[in-house]
């Protein structure tokens, strides 16, 4: 047992107040050095890096108001969409807890998205920190199941025919699919069954699974150091004395500070939404979730909310003319590996028979199912992309120039895709949503080959760093 450390004579509150709690608590000053005030993170950190901190306040916010919102809402579907109403109307600030919450759902995917997309411009999937980015994949996993449960529980016209399009579509899978959507309902339609397991999900069970996930991930990244800009492992260089990177200084108090202005920025941002504009015309809070749910009345456009419509927009592309597109491609990618891979004899072969057989199950089954699969695909190809990318260079800093353009197309192909999700469907859209998911995964699955080809500038050895 270590010895206890008296505080010096004539020693302020506060300083004796900390030489009481670390002799009682020393694990917490231990870790505190090890994440926050010994943690050396690079010094190039540019305003990419604020999302990190802007997800774990958004989690925070969400947890906070989610509390505050149960004491009132009731988990029935006779009752809890005049609870919401309640809520808005007489719980004291009711509405702005409800607002804030409601804001906060796509607040967290804004940031998230961010978060996502500086992690692949800059290389943050590559190795050492794959399981970083698995960890990362994980949580955008359990955000997204935990986004479309909380979705049911207003109980309004998008709420219930939203959901019951959703769960509808697991029927679509051979064999289990009935019984799967059966056992997610709770009941052979949406109702009271499906809107108690859906709170209990939301309100316990995915929120502890996320809590975990973004611990796993904190403490898997402080293992092994903070990617930067430059894509450079500062740990590679290091003072012979103090062994410490030369290129990084800790976290606390220099991006501690650095993120308050993030914070700052986005918490104005966050207050002009919940006080001027919480349903954003509709795309926060649409319109029809402020009818009370009626199973025997449709609504003439159901979509999901926009953070789901990309992957909702690849669905409904995914028809029977997608489906024979995907099997000449796939039989040309066979043709193309047996004459010109380079996997030896026996690996063209398999490749080849692979083909074959894949080309045969998009033959066997309707196009409702590879529609649930092209759009479960879309997320979790994400967690293969460590190995996907072959480029010699981590940033895309230091990658040929026209691979910029290659990304900023895949963002624009994201955005249309997630406008034509929200629209009711049409023949021009669909089109134009099969070449966008045809280019979406042909981005990852070509990512071997296009990501080692073009000239690439040379990366320093030490980050590139202005100070401001």
């Known amino acids: 047992m270590a010895e206890f450390k008296d505080a010096p004579p004539g020693a302020s509150l506060l300083v004796q107040s900390t030489v009481w709690l670390e002799n009682r608590f020393p694990t917490l000053f231990a870790e505190y050095k090890k994440h926050l005030s010994e943690y050396y993170a690079p ?85 050492p920190r794959e399981l970083v980015w698995i960890f990362g994949c994980m949580i955008f996993l359990a955000l997204m199941g935990e986004a479309f449960m909380g979705y049911l529980l207003p109980w309004g016209q998008m709420s219930y025919w939203g959901a019951q399009v ?38 316990i069970a995915v929120p502890l699974v996320l809590l975990g996930l973004v611990v796993a991930h904190l403490l898997a990244l402080h293992d092994v150091g903070s990617n930067n800009p430059d894509g450079i492992e500062i740990k ?39 006080f001027f504009a919480p349903g954003l015309g509709g795309n926060f809070l649409e319109y029809n979730n ?52 380079g996997f030896g004899t026996k690996g063209k072969i398999g490749v080849a028979v692979a083909a074959i057989v894949l080309a045969a199950l998009l033959e066997t089954f309707d196009a409702k199912f590879w529609g649930v699969v092209v759009m479960g695909a879309s997320v979790l190809i994400f967690f293969a992309l460590p190995w996907l990318d072959r480029s010699p260079v981590k940033s895309l800093r230091y990658r040929p120039r026209w691979n910029i ?8 192909v994201f955005f249309v895709l997630g406008y034509l999700g929200m629209k009711p469907p049409s023949a021009t859209g669909t089109v134009i949503s099969q070449a966008g998911t045809l280019f979406y995964f042909g981005f990852f699955l070509l990512m071997p080959w296009w990501s080692r080809i073009g000239e690439f500038k040379p990366v320093p050895d030490r980050v590139v760093f202005k100070p401001h």
């Open 166 to 203: 959703i769960i509808n579509l697991f029927s679509a899978i051979p064999f289990v699919g009935p019984d799967l959507a059966i056992l997610i309902r709770g009941d052979y339609v949406v109702g009271d069954a499906t809107l108690n397991r859906f709170f209990a999900f939301h309100v």
């Open 43 to 127: 010094k190039n950190f540019n305003w990419m890096y604020f999302f990190g901190s802007l997800a774990l306040l958004v989690l925070v916010i969400q947890i906070v108001t989610g509390i505050f919102l149960t004491m009132n809402y009731k988990p029935d579907a006779a009752l809890a969409f005049a609870s919401v109403e309640y809520i808005m109307r007489d719980v004291p600030w009711g509405w702005l807890i409800r607002y804030m919450h409601s804001t906060g759902a796509s607040a967290f995917f804004i940031v998230v998205y961010m978060h996502m997309w500086r992690g692949l411009v800059y290389g943050s999937y590559r190795k």
């Open 405 to 412: 353009l290659l990304y900023a197309l895949f963002v624009l």
């Open 236 to 274: 590679a260089k290091k003072s012979p004395k103090t062994g410490i990177p030369l290129d990084g200084i800790p976290f606390h108090p220099y991006y501690t500070v650095h993120d308050m202005i993030g914070v700052s920025v986005f918490l104005l941002a966050f207050a002009a939404v919940v």
């Open 290 to 341: 402020f009818i009370p749910a009626d199973p025997l009345q449709t609504p003439a456009h159901i979509a999901p909310v926009w953070y789901f419509t990309p992957y909702y927009s690849m669905l409904r592309a995914t028809t029977d003319v997608m489906v024979t597109i995907l099997v000449g491609l796939t039989l040309v990618a066979g043709v193309l590996a047996l004459l010109f891979g």
